[in-house]
């Protein structure tokens, strides 16, 4: 019913940037919040940044200062603007969204995620 398509992953050398996109569509009536996950190889999936319907935003401390998370509300549309990108940043990255669906229930759904490769 929901589908979340992610966009701009890629490899980038230490100290460069990236921008992520997602775009949310389906059977919506309204999205609450979204938000950007990583998982790295072996390592267990953790929360990037977030952002509420009014542009509440919150970032893991340690890309605190170097990503910024937006939206789009009308276009059901979030980006993540990873600046000074370090090696430890190298993750599939996941999109996700809290969605009330055109029958009333809210439900969280995942992108299929988009890989961040930072090396020299």
């Known amino acids: 019913q929901v589908q979340l398509v992610e966009s701009g992953g890629g490899l980038v050398q230490p100290g460069g940037s990236l921008r992520l996109s997602c775009a949310a569509s389906?059977?919506?009536?309204?999205?609450?919040?979204m938000g950007w996950y990583r998982q790295a190889p072996g390592k267990q999936r953790e929360e990037v940044a977030t952002i509420t319907s009014g542009g509440s935003t919150n970032y893991a401390d340690s890309v605190k200062g170097r990503f910024t998370i937006t939206r789009d509300n009308a276009k059901d549309t979030v980006h993540l603007q990873m600046n000074d990108l370090k090696p430890e940043d190298t993750a599939v990255y996941y999109c996700?969204?809290?969605?009330?669906?055109?029958?009333?229930?809210?439900?969280?759904?995942w992108g299929q995620g988009t890989q961040v490769t930072v090396s020299s």
């Open positions: 996700t969204a809290q969605v009330v669906l055109t029958d009333g229930y809210e439900y969280g759904y």
């Open positions: 389906g059977s919506i009536f309204t999205v609450y919040g």
